[in-house]
């Protein structure tokens, strides 16, 4: 990515290989390189958390993922909800996960 696209990769690329790799089947290989360098690029966000501790489920390693989700409570990590916004004739609409104040939510 770097050599042939002149591309520094970025938190966002990490967490992707991360997700790829490890719904392929490279749960191992995942966790021990990629994910390393994720968090090491940033080690407060709950969405790696997550993503980690939701491979290791789909992997049926319960008690890793158990581990991961109590990793966030000791180290005082949570995720962010989800979010999105349109563009509706020049006005933008947020949505968020259970958002229950937005009267376009359906």
Known sequence: ?????????????????????GRAGGLDEARREVAKKLFELEPDNGGNYVLLSNMY???????EADEITR?????????????????VDNKTFVFTVNDKLNLRMA
């Open 1 to 21: 990515m770097t050599q042939i696209h002149g591309l520094n990769p970025g938190h966002e690329h990490y967490a992707c290989l991360v997700d790829l790799i």
């Open 57 to 63: 489920k789909d992997n049926g390693s319960l008690e």
């Open 71 to 87: 990793s966030m409570g000791i180290n005082r990590i949570r995720k962010d909800h989800g979010c999105c916004w349109i563009d």
